[in-house]
Nanobody, 125 residues
Framework: QVQLVESGGGLVQAGDSLRLSCAAS????????MAWFRQAPGKEREFVAG????????IYTESVKGRFTISRDNAKDTVYLQMNTLKPEDTATYYC??????????????????WGQGTQVTVSL
């Protein structure tokens, strides 16, 4: 079993930055691939960014490329999402996810076994 706890959300203005953190426990962190998803009201939960357990594979959804950066610190059992130049359309609840599965695209929501409780990000004009 893996427990995930997100933090770092908040209310910011367009153009500002935020850094989300997700602390993992319960299983060797360096065996887990990690990802961030987000869900806006009335919309499906969508993939934002993913990083493999080695950190060698990183992918982003198109809308955040060049603005968001996912990273991990295996010594701290934590994955981060640095979000720069935030836009109102980035407003959503952001969820951290983890899986032990390898060899399948990091963007596949249905492949993740463990989810955090979510942290709200609100971007105003």
């Amino acid at each position: 079993q893996v427990q995930l706890v997100e933090s770092g959300g908040g209310l910011v203005q367009a153009g500002d930055s935020l850094r989300l953190s997700c602390a993992a426990s319960g299983r060797a962190f360096n065996t887990l691939s990690m990802a961030w998803f987000r869900q806006a009201p009335g919309k499906e939960r969508e993939f934002v960014a993913g990083i493999s357990w080695t950190g060698n594979t990183i992918i982003y959804t198109e809308s955040v490329k060049g603005r968001f950066t996912i990273s991990r610190d295996n010594a701290k059992d934590t994955v981060y999402l640095q979000m720069n130049t935030l836009k109102p359309e980035d407003t959503a609840t952001y969820y951290c996810a983890a899986r032990a599965l390898a060899g399948i695209s990091l963007s596949r929501r249905d492949t993740y076994d463990y989810w955090g409780q979510g942290t709200q990000v609100t971007v105003s004009l």
